[in-house]
């Protein structure tokens, strides 16, 4: 797919156009399907599965998984795989120009045909969002995509230059946004669309991500390879502070429909997405495969535009071996068996619709550090609990077949009931656990877990993970409305929930962490970060419990936060409020933290039952800070070998 198609893919008009005109965009009905397909594209990049491992993978908060692990694998830089241009997780972002020229169609032409500036507006905001995600990922891109400087082009162009980075940004993101929050409205239009907060956290963190490009503290090299200066004459501290102002006035002034939750657990419950935190996110429905981008309940491959992240970073919670009795109500006579082998293997667990089941594909691992240290505070602060599934629970009379079934046996051989938990991820290791022999689901378990005395569940401590048996992600995994009490539609289908892009918790965190850059302001690093641990210390339902739970432990949580809050700690922070949403590369880059804190991990081996944890090192080179371009690009393009080879990144030469 060459750069500088004009073609527009819009999957929710029902006779999708295959070219766009400027002629088409001077018509409402061109603006408004050009807008569509504008959003519609969010849906190619987030809950895209491969994107999703590439930028999960290789930070401090993801590793590799056993199944379905090229992107993790690639990514990672533990010399397990390589990330080439050809072997390119990223693809989706580059492949944003198209939407881009049809920003650029509707600004140019949408206005002057009586198109509200409103939904104009809406256009500058994607077209300086997509220049965004590409500056981030590659370095400079094109501005020119062959009918000039961000001017609509409607003929394919073989040949491109690469803008610098300072271009691209005062010439293209910050013009947009800006724009963007003058002219779009306080309140959405339409449930899901942009309005004057979005842009405002958007041009926020654009301005915060400039700011440390141009003060570059760790000599990240950047391409096109220039001086780091601004063109404006401005320096990286006139940003910080622009990004604290802009953060703190949309804090101040936003419309009441938006705002924090009072509970993080709601913040992703499923019964409660599209939630006034929720600013920005590719949507999905359940209501038809149309509207939905792909197969609302078959599976149709793991390709965008289907929702299908949570798969990855989920155990394959099926393994767990139980036993099925000859008797509905007690063991046979003689004894039951000690092997668990062959008896009812994963009867007791089965894939659900549902947050605390959904498809297993076990990609994307956390790392033991992430689970220990990140989370340490499992008592006080609720968000590991509104993270993680850390109690799996039988689930077999939800389908039919099984419904007569009201008794079985799991760990010792102690009876289970529907609901009861079978198997528990354990905050600590009591030192009690008895194991039985076997690895890779030899073992009793047949997922390497253990026993303790008394207790029916196989019982896990996290400090055992491994990158095949690890606690799933709850928050982004699986919700319907229409399981009508079984196991559900589409449990092997792509997700039909939307995928959270842009919060307006991030509004605190931008804020705070251009505080801890330098800027000034009424409020401190430390004043912005206690709102968010506030609200992490307040509790009204324990999710891995299943129990309504009750508890304000906001005081605890602020008086634990450090005098001085600096850029670690927020990345701490951003890992207990954001773990597993797909955006911890971006973090990393922004804050030239990757090649440091990515540095080393630990995890036990790769088989169900391994338990000897080991130090993995990985070796980030700095000129990985930039992303390779797609190879189909280069190949695409009417230029020497010398001229493509001089357009990738460095790294990737």
């Known amino acids: 797919m060459t750069l500088f198609l004009a073609s527009c893919s819009d999957i929710l008009k029902e006779t999708p156009r295959s070219k766009y005109t400027a002629d ?55 010399g397990v795989g390589q990330t080439t241009p050809l072997q390119n997780s990223y693809a989706a972002i580059w492949g944003l120009f198209s939407s881009i020229n049809t920003a650029s169609g509707i600004i140019e032409n949408g206005e002057a045909a009586g198109v509200d500036k409103a939904l104009v507006a809406e256009a500058r905001f994607f077209r300086g969002f997509y220049y965004f995600l590409q500056v981030q990922t590659f370095g400079g891109v094109p501005l020119d995509l062959g009918g000039g400087e961000l001017k609509f ?15 691209v940004y005062t010439k293209a993101i910050f013009p947009d946004l800006q724009q963007a929050v003058t002219d779009l409205p306080a309140k959405s239009r339409i449930t899901g669309s942009v309005n004057i907060t979005v842009a405002q956290l958007l041009l926020a963190k654009a301005y915060l991500t400039y700011a440390w490009w141009l003060e570059n503290p760790n000599n990240i090299p ?6 780091r200066t601004d063109p404006n004459g401005q320096n990286a501290a006139y940003y910080y502070q622009q990004a604290y102002n802009i953060a703190t006035a949309a804090i101040a002034t936003h419309d009441a429909s938006m705002g924090l939750e009072t509970y993080y657990y709601d913040v992703n419950l499923g019964s409660n997405d599209r939630g006034k935190e929720w600013l920005l996110y590719a949507d999905h429905t359940q209501s038809s495969d149309l509207y939905n981008g792909g197969s609302v309940n078959g599976f149709a491959g793991l390709n965008a535009p289907l929702n299908e992240a949570s798969y990855a970073a989920n155990f394959n919670y099926q393994n767990t071996k139980s036993i099925k009795f000859p008797s509905p109500t007690a063991p046979p006579d003689p004894p039951a068996p000690t092997d668990y082998k062959g008896y009812g293997t994963g009867t007791t667990l089965q894939r659900m619709s549902d947050q605390h089941y959904g498809r297993p594909f076990v ?23 509104g993270t993680f599934n850390t109690i799996y629970r039988a689930n077999w009379k939800f389908n039919p077949s099984n419904a007569a079934t009201n008794v079985m046996y799991n760990a010792n051989l102690l009876p289970v009931a529907s609901g009861d938990p079978i ?23 047949g997922i390497g877990a253990g026993t303790l005395p ?46 959270p ?23 401190s690093a430390r004043d912005l970060i206690n709102v968010i641990r506030a609200r992490a210390g ?23 936060t450090p005098a001085i809050v600096d850029v670690n700690y927020i990345l701490d922070e951003r890992s207990r409020e954001y773990y597993g949403e797909g955006f911890r590369w971006f973090d990393l880059a922004r804050t030239q933290t990757w090649h440091t804190r990515a540095a080393s991990y630990t995890m036990a081996g790769v088989n169900a039952g391994e338990r000897t944890v080991t130090t993995i090192n990985r070796s980030i080179p700095l000129g990985a800070y930039l992303r390779p371009i797609p190879q189909s690009q280069l190949d695409g393009m009417l230029m020497s070998d010398a001229d493509k080879k001089a357009y990738q990144n460095p790294q990737y030469q």
């Open 24 to 78: 088409y965009f001077k018509t409402a009905q061109g603006a408004s399907s050009g807008i569509t397909s504008l959003y519609s594209t969010l849906r190619n990049i987030y809950g895209n599965y491969f994107y999703y491992c590439g930028m999960q993978s290789g930070t401090d908060e993801s590793t590799w998984g056993t199944q379905n692990n090229g992107d993790s694998k690639n990514d990672d830089w533990s």
């Open 153 to 167: 082009n409607n003929a394919p162009a073989r040949t491109s230059v690469r803008n610098t980075v300072a271009e």
């Open 222 to 227: 950047t391409y096109p390879d220039v001086a």
């Open 363 to 385: 990609a994307s691992a956390p790392t033991r550090e992430l689970l220990l240290n990140i989370f340490a505070d499992k008592t006080n602060d609720s968000r590991y609990d």
């Open 423 to 445: 198997v528990t991820f354990l905050d600590t290791d009591p030192g009690t656990i008895t194991y039985s022999a076997g690895t890779g689901g030899t073992d009793n378990s």
């Open 454 to 499: 008394g207790r029916a569940d196989w019982v896990i401590p996290i400090s055992n993970i491994n990158r095949t048996v690890f606690p799933g992600l709850w928050k982004i995994a699986t919700y319907r409305t229409d399981n009508n009490g079984g196991l559900g539609q589409g449990v092997s289908a792509g997700l039909t929930r939307p995928f």
């Open 501 to 523: 892009i842009a919060k307006f918790s991030e509004l605190y965190f931008v804020a705070a962490e251009a505080a801890a850059k330098g800027a000034t302001g009424a409020q």
């Open 538 to 560: 307040k509790w009204r339902y324990q999710n891995n419990a299943g129990v309504v739970y009750s508890a304000d432990n906001s005081a605890s949580m602020t008086a634990a």
